[in-house]
């Protein structure tokens, strides 16, 4: 029998509902999986907590869990206290915390740090490890680009991203690999440098399976308050594209008192939606999208597109069982720590990383458009190309 | 366009007649859009008119008449039936409950009176009956009779066996189901039925339909874990069925962790109040049904299929209130009755679901003994489609 992999988990903090915890967790704990408790075939042996809160549980998960250490540094945590590299894949969370915040309102998560002392130990012990990196790879394009070149030149896997790629849809269903898609949207919610992350990679994870693959992105244009509101009443994006996604939602903030769900009209939602915000972007073969924050409209993730012929949108909704206030379990983590596994056991990343990579540029770009009065960024860096894979990836078994 | 009437208990903000009547008023998502049925609410009668009562806002904003009878609702004040469907929901308002803990809903009193109407009138329309026909058997055959009797198409039912499902399961129609397992945590009687009836949407499946349920036995307590341990279930469709739990308590909810529940003895820990209502269908096949309120949220499915290895499991999805858009998959199926003139789903589903938990609440009154159904000799096929929300 072969040896079980041993996974190290580079992290910001490990409390109740942050990514640490949902992502470590499921690696300690199992999950469910196909109608059974799985338990990844491999263990989480050692973990760097960069902030520890009141809340922290890490020191409770290492006394319940007798494989797993707590080291002081990210070097000894890779190393397990010796002097060379001694596990066979790194966990990177850099998400929650308390770290400042730029002008331009980006939380300045240590993912680039993290991941360069990493490849520290990588590079000191002449060896390398596939590492996963959560959500994107970090708030600044040259960062993200470094820390994807670095991988490519010594040669390890590197995956990130987002769990809404992966998770359950609603209905269950794919962009249809190959096919022409003319535009398409995402309508979320959430913060800037935030969800908007989650919405872009709803977006790419269905569009970059277009005829030609993924050609990379020109410019990306912010828009919020209301410029917004001109834009949506001008066309700039497709409003029956836009309605389409909303109609897949199953949180619609009702805009009248007495009722429970109900479509609202331009003006209602304009009354309900203080401060939203889009994101437009065009990729280099002419594809238009566009992904919304529609904070206090709605709490879900749905995408919808004009694919081949169809004047009809085809359409989704990407569902996260988001705890505390609907459930107690974040299970779309559970698709993304399956992914992660399937990375640690082949060596080899089932998500592509130019995804990532991409929707970094995206997200980054368009907060420097939110920063230069959304004036329209071009992004001639944006130009990465790649395939999708062909079989499908999100939660559907 | 066809003119509906309804007939409610109440209709107030996040009532059954709130949630099922506005749709055809405003429109509902569905399949991608914002789909607006094509038939207007003509007539309406509600029986209590408790505080935050909305008929008279409704009955203004969309122009239908509130009538104060039955009769002259259907009739829409004249002397013949004058509408093209009717609405019966009967449920939520004050009403007694019987010493089998389960609430009166004038569900069958509301129903005779349509019928009553139909009678008169010598012609009939199409009716859905929100939930169970009736706690009472007996009352709920007679309604399927008259149904068939004066020949229109009777809808009934819950929004659960018709919502969303993660995964997407439905099983093969006339396949051989081998174990099945229900879980959920109930409320005897109006949360129990949400639960059984999702079951049985499954159960009907099988090979040869619906025969009919011979006897039925209702557990709690330790005796639940005491018919685990004699194998009155199949443990793996157990950890299946809580495998599709987005909401476990106890120490998820303590502190977010996943958990093997039923592998750690967690389940019988948090878990003081089981129930088990255990089905003995005529052709052999046994179904149930496992209540376990404090460990869990969520409503799950999981069987066996003869000769497949494979556990088919999901989680019954019920969306986040207020939306509660799983009745918007109700409600496309009363449209499609009220257009097509037959009802998708058979309301012999709803007719044994009805003796099923009435039995069961008997069983559990009469010291938990097995009891013996002949009456339950209800037989039927399933529609072959899937009636669940899937597009």
């Known amino acids: ?397 | 366009m066809k003119r509906i009437a309804v007939v409610a208990t109440i209709y107030r903000h996040l009532s059954h007649a709130q949630h099922i009547i506005d749709r055809f008023l405003l429109g509902y998502p569905w399949e991608g859009r914002w789909h607006r049925p094509d038939m207007k609410v003509v007539s309406l009668y509600v029986d209590q008119r408790p505080v935050g009562d909305q008929i008279q806002e409704r009955a203004r904003e969309f122009g239908f008449t509130v009538y104060p009878t039955i009769t002259e609702a259907l009739c829409c004040g004249g002397s013949e039936l004058d509408v093209d469907a009717v609405l019966i929901i009967g449920e939520h308002g004050e009403y007694p409950k019987n010493d089998l803990d389960q609430k009166l809903y004038p569900r069958y009193e509301f129903f005779k009176e349509c019928i009553s109407v139909f009678e008169k009138s010598g012609s009939s329309v199409p009716i859905y009956n929100d939930k169970h026909l009736s706690y009472s058997f007996e009352k709920a055959k007679e309604m399927v009779d008259d149904a068939h009797r004066l020949e229109f198409p009777l809808l009934s039912g819950s929004s659960l066996p018709v919502t969303w499902r993660l995964p997407d399961l439905e099983l093969p129609i006339d396949c051989s189901i081998d174990a099945a397992l229900t879980i959920g945590i109930g409320g005897s009687d109006i949360m129990d039925y949400h639960v059984m009836e999702t079951m049985q949407a499954f159960s009907e499946r099988r090979m040869g339909g619906e025969t009919g349920v011979r006897s039925v036995q209702l557990l709690d307590g330790d005796a639940v874990w005491k018919a685990e341990e004699e194998g009155r279930w199949d443990n793996e469709l157990l950890e299946a069925a809580l495998s599709r739990c987005d909401r476990l308590l106890g120490l998820t909810d303590e502190d977010g962790r996943t958990q093997d529940m039923l592998g750690s003895g967690e389940l019988k820990r948090i878990v003081e109040k089981p129930s088990l209502y255990s089905i003995e269908h005529s052709d052999g096949f046994e179904s149930n049904m496992l209540l376990l309120p404090n460990g869990l949220k969520d409503t799950c499915f999981a069987a066996r299929l003869k000769g497949d290895d494979a556990i088919h499991s999901c989680q019954i999805f019920t969306t986040p209130i207020p939306n509660v858009t799983y009745s918007a998959s109700l409600v496309s199926r009363i449209e499609e009755m009220i257009v097509t003139g037959v009802s998708p789903i058979p309301a012999e589903r709803t007719l044994i679901v009805c003796g099923m938990l009435e039995s069961c609440l008997k069983s559990r009154h009469q010291d938990h003994v097995r009891l013996e159904t002949p009456h339950l000799d209800v037989t039927y096929r399933s529609p072959e489609t899937p009636q669940h929300a899937h597009t």
Request: hydrophobic letters at 35%; charged letters at 25%; one cysteine or more.
């Open chain 1, 1 to 397: 029998m072969a040896r079980r992999p041993k996974i190290a988990a580079i992290t910001t903090e490990y409390r109740k509902f942050s990514h640490t915890q949902h992502i470590v967790d499921r690696f300690l704990e199992g999950y469910g999986w196909n109608g059974r408790h799985h338990r990844p075939p491999m263990d989480l042996v050692s973990i760097y907590v960069d902030q520890t809160p009141e809340s922290d549980l890490s020191a409770e998960r290492v006394s319940r869990f007798p494989h797993l250490t707590k080291y002081e540094t990210i070097a000894e945590a890779l190393t397990l206290g010796g002097d060379k590299l001694a596990v066979d894949g790194v966990v990177l969370v850099g998400e929650h915390g308390s770290y400042k915040r730029n002008e331009k309102g980006q939380t300045l998560y240590p993912r680039y740090e993290f991941f360069k002392e990493i490849v520290k130990v990588f590079r000191d012990s002449d060896q390398s490890v596939p590492i996963w990196n959560d959500k994107h790879l970090s708030w600044d394009w040259e960062q993200a680009k470094e820390m994807a070149d670095t991988a490519r030149r010594l040669g390890f896997s590197l995956m990130a991203g987002s769990s809404l790629p992966v998770t359950w849809r609603i209905p269950s269903l794919d962009f249809p690999y190959g096919a022409e898609v003319s535009e398409a949207v995402c309508v979320a919610y959430g913060g800037v440098d935030s969800y908007d992350f989650h919405a872009l990679e709803t977006l790419q994870c269905m569009v970059e399976r277009r005829k030609g693959g993924e050609s990379g992105v020109k410019w990306v244009k912010a828009y919020r308050g209301d410029d917004f509101w001109e834009a949506y009443m001008d066309g700039v994006w497709s409003r029956e594209l836009f309605e389409s996604a909303l109609c897949r939602s199953h949180t619609m903030e009702t805009s009248r008192a007495g009722f429970n769900n109900i479509f609202p009209t331009v003006d209602e939602m304009k009354q309900m939606v203080s401060a939203p915000v889009a994101f437009q972007y065009e990729h280099a073969d002419g594809l238009k999208c566009t992904m919304f924050l529609m904070r206090d409209l709605l709490q879900d993730f749905n995408f919808a597109a004009y694919v081949g012929d169809s004047r009809v949108p085809l359409s989704t909704q990407m569902y996260l069982p988001m705890p505390p206030v609907r459930t107690t379990l974040a299970s779309f983590f559970s698709p993304l720590v399956n992914h992660i596994e399937t990375l640690f056991l082949t060596g080899k990343a089932p998500i592509p990383l130019e995804r990532t990579l991409l929707t970094t540029g995206i997200l980054a770009a368009g907060v420097e458009s939110l920063f230069q009065d959304h004036r329209r960024q071009d992004t001639p860096h944006l130009n990465v190309t790649y395939t999708a894979p062909e079989e499908s990836q999100y939660w559907r078994t």
